[in-house]
């Protein structure tokens, strides 16, 4: 099979086309025929070689395809060759086959095309275990998202909405605003040239319940001012950096609570649970239509090094795609 790896780390042009052994499903696994990878900035990161892949994870990045199950490993139930399906991995997506654990699948939603189903796992495993299990946002109350024109911030503010929470994004340009707006989002703030704090406790004087944050160390003290009483912020990247001082007197007066969470490094079981409450919770909310995949852009596998610049430009809204070619098993 074709695969996309990195070889020696580096800039976009580090991605190069390979062959490679295809993939053979062990007990518990299945091996997907990838019609499409999703395209992220953990990727990018594993590309210039600071965020390597788990222990036993394929080497080549990828954390979410779509495409249609090729061959069952031992002990799988309830699917079948042929079946359409989308997967959350720990890496090796960027690639013609893959082997998933059976507890990672989920199925297509009915409605969404099988490549654009690519954009899905990844996101709606993230905003659903941190946003809503681990902060628990309720109706009402007021989530900020910072990146919210990302593929994290257009699930955030769709699955946000469809539970009767308001939203406030911060985004880097008027275009991008607007297409955060066109998904639900009531504040937008340009944090190019306006202060989100302000913008917020303008909009809610009592602050934010939950903040989603993609930045780190540099909005670690602003994030905390913009909570209010009982806010949850919630940490899932630090794009700006790892470290910042911290006010805990104001975590204690305001009881705010503090939560910083991965995916990718969570064992299999744990995957697996939150896999399935996402197809629980989330999967009738995009077949109903009140949850899309927002992509951006496809590309072809072979031109992995094009996505990662236009991901790393930062001009586009949703997701990016790599897309194999594939079709559906006869």
Known sequence: ??????????????????????????????VVRVAAAGVNRADA??????????????????????????????????????????????????????????????PVPQGVDVVDAAALPEVACTVWSTVFTTAGLRPGELLLVHGGSSGIGTMAIQLARQVGARVAVTAGSPAKLARCAELGAQLLVDYREEDFVARVREFEPAGA????????APYLARNLDVLGTDGRLVVIATQGGTTAEIDLGLLLRKRISLHARTLRSRSPEEKAAVVASV???????????????????????????????????????GKLLLVTGAGAPA
């Not at 580090?14 to 053979?24: G, I, N």
């Not at 319940?209 to 780190?216: A, E, F, I, K, S």
């Not at 009738?284 to 596998?301: K, M, N, S, T």
Request: aromatic share 4%.
């Open 45 to 106: 990161m594993q590309r210039r070689g600071l965020y390597p892949p788990p222990p036993g994870a394929p080497q080549h990045p990828g954390l979410e395809v779509s495409g249609w199950i090729e061959s069952l490993g031992e002990g799988v139930t309830g699917w079948r060759p042929g079946d359409a399906v989308c997967a959350l991995l720990a890496g090796g997506g960027y690639a013609e086959r893959v082997a998933v654990p059976a507890g990672q699948l989920l």
């Open 209 to 216: 319940d939950v903040v989603l944050d993609l930045v780190g």
């Open 1 to 30: 099979m074709r695969i996309v790896t990195v070889e020696q780390p580096g800039g976009p042009g580090a991605l190069v086309e390979r062959e490679a052994p295809d993939p053979v499903a062990g007990p518990g696994e299945v």
């Open 279 to 317: 197809r629980d919770h989330v999967w009738p909310l995009v077949v109903d239509g009140g949850v899309r995949p927002v992509v951006h852009e496809r590309f072809p596998l072979a031109e992995a090094s094009r996505a990662h610049e236009v991901m790393e430009g930062s001009s586009h809204v």
